[in-house]
């Protein structure tokens, strides 16, 4: 495995010796907001100490990034494959435009995640959140499925204005009761034991990946939120 001490590395070196690496396991130590760490990477590890900066994992096409903290914006922006774990929290518009691969935040994430993220055939992304997310949760989702859990408090665990534009893929939000400020244009259902099945396997990830109870995460029920098959934003996004 090696070894890189990232402290007061510009980010454009620190990706240098990232991508120039014969080793497929690295550790970045002392990260502290270097940007695109992990940008289009494919059969690497990295195991980041500290807080990377925006667009960790941009354009990531396999291989795996798990931070021992928390990370910043546009995690996962673009990302095609592979896996980015998050032990803390991440901020605003996690992954944005995501295409495929999974992204789990034990933590909390700001705004606008999941925006414009899609999905193809079998591209199917998956971006859990063990808190909760801001405003703006699933913009424009086209595809794929986002699981938010609100572990760490009461109430529903997303922001304002969720769902805004929502033409494609699926959502699943653990909480007694939904905002009332979601649009006419999704609907809204408790999650039937059918749908639980269908991210079953999502949740035993998760769960492993950072030691927490499934008997906990399953004692509130699930909401599920898709588009309206009559929603007006799918003739702008799609041929019938």
Do not use: W
Request: with cysteine; aromatic share 8%.
């Amino acid at each position: 495995m090696m070894r890189i001490d990232a402290d007061g590395k510009y980010f454009r070196q620190l990706n240098e010796e990232v991508r120039a690496a014969d080793d497929t396991e690295i550790t970045i130590d002392r990260c502290n907001g270097q940007r695109y760490i992990g940008a289009g990477m494919s059969g690497k590890s990295l195991l980041i100490h500290g807080v990377p900066g925006n667009a960790l994992g941009c354009y990531l096409n396999g291989g795996n990034i798990r931070v021992k903290g928390n990370a910043q914006d546009q995690t996962g922006d673009t990302m095609n494959a592979g896996a980015i774990v998050v032990e803390g929290s991440s901020g605003d518009a996690t992954g944005y435009a995501m295409r495929g691969g999974k992204i789990f935040v034990k933590g909390n994430a700001g705004y606008r995640v999941g925006i414009h993220m899609k999905a193809y055939r079998e591209q199917q992304p998956l971006i859990v959140v063990g808190g909760k997310t801001g405003s703006f949760l699933g913009e424009y989702q086209a595809g794929g499925t986002i699981i938010v859990l609100g572990l760490n408090g009461t109430g529903a665990p997303m922001g304002n204005l969720c769902c805004a534009g929502m033409h494609g893929g699926r959502m699943f939000v653990r909480c007694e009761e939904l905002p009332k400020d979601l649009p006419a244009q999704v609907n809204t259902k408790v999650a039937s034991p059918e749908d639980m099945a269908s991210i079953d396997g999502y949740l035993d990830d998760f769960c492993r990946t950072f030691g927490i109870s499934k008997e906990e995460v399953l004692s509130k029920k699930f909401h599920l939120i898709t588009p309206n098959t009559k929603n007006p934003y799918k003739a702008l996004y799609t041929f019938n």
